[in-house]
């Protein structure tokens, strides 16, 4: 190893040394920083390098230098590619001698000598210069000659604007070091950070009991959805469902005649995963939702569940493909002590990876073409790390408009290393984040560590198998206050069906519904009273016509003088949007608290007040740096506060 | 890039990511830490490989996991030397059928097609083995078939533990995997991070006013200094120093007769680097001064200033070697708008910058073949990085005892930058740390961040530089104050001469000494009234006794109800040794304050208590959990107290 004459580290953003790429979206400011310095008192310059792969030239932007030794630059992701950058930096003689010169001056020292060290440098420069550069150049020369030792009238010559331009163009660059290797940045469209999920049964959008729906009846629900502000139907696997081992209703062992079964029991007679459930419709049926869908201005997420039903085409075309046992049967799912006697997992440890690799992208390619932009990942951490970087790489070379969510609830490190490896979003431990402190530190390490560079969260209130504690005993003001968190915390969120109805029956002691929908067909009453339709459509709407909610990073938690009450800021970069939010955490109980604005942050001057609007009641408050607020779980058990009048920005 | 099927990030120890080694002393046990991890369920086994460099084979460690994907193992470091360490990591069929197995038993299930599984795995290793080990695999075999289905029985059979070891080292590995690249561990010997150090001007070692001391009169203040209990003697430059310019009393421009000039302008009539000051005696007597420290056990440290008077026989010799002005004169060092007339600095980025590399390295390793080990580096940072990343691998090469201090007191990442290089000690910081807060933070960057991987501080209380206003203003007891807290906080510390006495006064409103020693030759009573030497003594006692203060990174701050009063833990790994230091920081007034010792880091039941023994006063308390010290300026203003009873370990 030998050592640069400029060292560069510590850049930002980067993903583990730069083995992983960092996420960012189409249109954001790419903010680079790094240590950059060297050896003694020359003045240091540093740019970016940065081009999108492929391309041949790179582009340039500038550097300045903050504190310590720390640098920064910015440059604009405008397009939906995968970005490099790198930092370049060199030792600039002729600002070195300047920066020399000022304090000579100011010390009232003889620059007689620096006068002429001056001279050299412009003069070099003007030999390799041209044209109306060269005759600026011999200018400022023949002014720098006529100071003689006068080193006031020496500083006004080279501090010349065009001269310091042209100098910093054309002059000399000592010893330029350039970082390697160059950092990736992959770029993605906006609905990979942003971006409101609703997830929905089809077969249960129906209205007469026991009858499952078809795509063409659930089409009716999309208007109603759209109206809730949803961006994003997600749908669970829309296959046929197997009937060997089928489950019954509450996961019971033995399916009951007329039980659906559950749709990530892939494949039966109707086919497998390039098949539409029988009991939904057609492929052309399915077609026709997305358009509906796309027409109301939604898409449509798929859930990719790499499991087989016994039934499965595969089954008896690749039983390579599978684990078997000692006897030569094909080996159920298992998670000791549980067998899953309705799915058999695939081999991906078997001499056939390949073939089941290419399998997989064949699926999604398929769905891909019938309009499928987003993807659901069902345990992803089942499955190696290299098969999704690979599957993820290949989409993202064809199709880069295509997005993954990773359905992974395991262990962090496992949950990160699916981010750093592609996957556009991640579910999160949001759920079982109830408290302040939980979710102060949860939401710290994923806004202010390495981790906001790879991984986004998707807080989703609930899912088919997580009706957390909060909600079953807390009732409808936990569903409040949950969909609040979720939705404001979070750019990404999703609810599943039924949570707009606090539907919170669970099986005892469990997290897992009673009836759950998973086994059995649901028909509701979507406009039942108690629910939240309204809420959740104006708490959307907040969402999009709010950008500080559109980042995730932003969030910075304020002082609340009572462990019930969460306070937080956000805000865009330019603070044109500041929203200030209150949610009280405790279903139960009436809380209050004083709260604390940091004024400055916020462009108020001390002692000074200004007015917030409260996005969920519309009502108006004049506030200053100490707040009193009362929230009771009858009203809604949150203000979200846009402050209006910012006097100083 | 392609991903591995397990994969393992985040090893420590590791700097940059591997770019620079990770310091130790010659016996250090080496704690390597490291996530490992895949996909699924299955179980995972790993292990270091270490080895020194230069040689082909590697040894093993095993790892084992912590909590979270996180594992630990380790190796001892017996050896002066480079050593290097990778980790391997495998899937381990046998274990993970094992755990299966024991999961499915536990929910009494049907294990018949298990148990076969384990028989496969079993035969396919017995295969593999030869004479006992096979013996002992077909004996488990006999016994796991004769198991049937009863999966108790089978459990016993395959957690026995003489199969568990054959199975461990003949079972398959399945995808192996080897972190890349091996890490570095730069070995020291133990001098690298613990002594004492005592900075004198040999000069200045005499008894006749006025007159200056040689290296034989000098010779004889050895023995003083050793009772005070120092480890290290270090020497500003020894050369002949230039007339040219020489600075007077005080730093003035002209010197008057008889003032002996700075030993930083170096080279005279005389000589130079290869040469003894005239006034100090001659070569031989330098070799005897290298003899009688070491004969009392101590060893000497030669400050290397790369900067000479004009008077040096390099200046006739290698013009080139310096900075011109454009007159074609050589150029003094000048910080603008200060001259430094005396000197000149040697330019690095001239044409001949080998030559005055490999003149350097003749230097140093001169000073080596007369007995010296300890460089401290004068201003490092004002040469190039690659300079000194150079020279210290070359003498590292040479001679893996010689160690370099970097005197750099610049920006924070410079100074880092140094110590990652390759100095094996920099200074520091310390002296303008005194608040308890202050305290509290720079140690915890130093022992609990990154930079305890390759930054080992030397806390000087004071240097020829600098005098701070702490001990300007806070007369005695403010000496006592900051011994106790450099000698204890940090297993490297130091004094400059004239501390034991408390000489305070300065130019006024500056870290400058008033008369410097730098300019002029002292004579001191060394036993005066006011003497520190008692305490200096002491506490070196304690510091060689209680292996606790042998480490920087064991710091541990505790709680203590006074913003004066500095309360810390220090311990040994094994908990044989362990210190609970309190501080008065306050120099004028006697503080008083409750502390609280975390009982079960000491081994104490709640509840119990524990007897100390203040390690400076031979004082005894009984302690607790909670407790009160009050310290005076006048009495010491500290406890050391060493935990004398641990009744479980």
Redesign the interface.
């Known amino acids: ?5 400029i ?1 560069i ?1 510590n850049v930002s953003p980067s993903v ?2 730069g ?1 992983y790429p960092a996420k960012r979206v189409v249109g954001d400011v790419c903010v680079v920083e790094a ?1 950059i ?5 020359e003045v240091l310059r540093a740019q970016i390098h940065w081009w999108k792969e492929g391309e041949t030239a790179f582009n340039v932007a500038p550097m300045e230098p903050l504190v ?2 720390r640098w920064q630059g910015r440059f604009v992701l405008a397009d939906l590619a995968d970005y490099r950058f790198t930092l370049e930096a060199w030792t600039d003689p002729f600002a070195s001698w300047r920066s ?2 000022r ?2 001056v ?4 003889d620059v007689t ?1 620096e006068i ?2 001056g001279i ?1 440098l412009i003069a070099a420069c003007a030999d390799r210069a041209e044209g109306e550069d060269c005759q600026t150049l011999e200018e400022a020369l023949a002014l720098l000659r006529d100071c003689g030792s006068d080193g006031d009238a020496a500083l006004a010559v080279v501090s010349d604007a065009a001269l310091s331009t042209l100098m910093d163009r054309l002059g000399a660059r ?1 010893q330029p070091v350039v970082y390697d290797p160059p950092l990736a940045i992959q770029v993605n469209r906006t609905r990979a950070r942003f971006g409101a999920w609703y997830e929905m049964f089809p077969r249960s959008q129906g209205t007469v009991p026991g009858t499952g729906a078809t795509f063409r009846e659930a089409e009716a629900r999309l208007p109603a959805i759209r109206d809730l502000g949803f961006d994003v139907i997600y749908l669970p696997p829309i296959h046929p469902i197997g009937a060997t081992h089928r489950k019954g209703r509450n996961s019971a062992l033995e399916a009951g005649p007329g039980d659906p079964g559950s749709p990530w029991a892939i494949g039966g007679a109707a086919g497998g995963y390039l098949d539409v459930e029988p009991a939904l419709g057609t492929l052309e049926d399915f077609d026709h939702f997305v358009m509906v869908a796309d027409r109301l201005g939604m898409e449509i997420a798929l859930d990719f569940a790499i499991q087989v039903s016994p039934d499965h085409p595969w089954v008896r075309a690749h039983p390579e493909w599978f684990y078997l ?3 030569g049967t094909i080996k159920y799912a ?6 899953y006697q309705d799915i058999y997992p695939l081999n991906f ?1 078997s001499g056939h990876a390949k073939q089941i690799w290419l399998a997989m992208l064949e699926i999604v390619e398929f769905w891909i073409d019938h309009g499928v932009k987003i993807f659901r990942i069902d345990n992803p ?6 098969f999704w ?2 599957l993820l790489q290949q989409v993202r070379r064809r199709d880069p408009d295509v997005l993954f969510l990773a359905e992974a609830f395991t ?4 949950m990160k ?1 699916l981010a750093k ?1 592609g996957f556009h979003q991640s579910y999160s431990y949001f759920t079982w984040r109830n408290t302040k402190q939980e979710l102060t530190e949860y939401l710290t390490e994923l806004s202010q560590t390495e981790v906001r560079e790879f991984y986004q969260p998707n807080f989703f209130t609930n899912t088919p198998d997580i009706l957390h504690e909060f909600l079953r005993r807390g009732g409808r003001p936990a569903f409040q206050i949950r969909l609040i968190l979720a939705a404001t915390l979070s750019p990404s969120y999703g609810i599943y069906s039924g949570f707009e109805l606090c539907e919170n029956d669970a099986v005892p002691d469990t997290e897992e519904y009673l009836n759950s929908e998973k086994f059995e067909i649901k028909v509701r009453d979507w406009n039942r009273p108690g629910n939240l339709n309204e809420l959740i459509a104006r708490v959307n709407r907040i969402r999009n016509e709010n950008a500080a909610l559109h980042d995730l990073t932003n969030v910075r938690f304020l002082g609340a003088e009572n462990a019930n009450i969460l306070f937080c800021m956000k805000a865009t970069a330019d603070k044109s949007n500041v929203l200030l939010i209150a949610v009280n955490l405790d279903p139960f109980h009436t809380q209050d608290a004083v709260v604390w604005v940091p004024l400055a942050d916020i462009g108020v001057r001390a002692g000074e007040s200004y007015d917030v609007e409260d996005l969920l009641t519309g009502a108006r408050y004049r506030w200053g740096e100490r707040n009193f607020v009362r929230l009771s779980p009858d009203g809604p058990p949150a203000h979200i506060l846009r402050v209006e009048r910012i006097p100083h920005p």
């Open positions: 190893m030998s050592l640069p004459p060292l580290e583990d040394g083995r240590d310095f060297r050896d003694g008192a310590n030794d020399a010169l304090r000579w100011a010390g009232n020292q000598s002429q060290e050299r000592i046992r000692p006897d298992e998670n000791p002590p549980k067998r440890q951490h089942t499955k190696p790390f290299s970087h690979w262990r962090p490190k496992i290393a490896l």
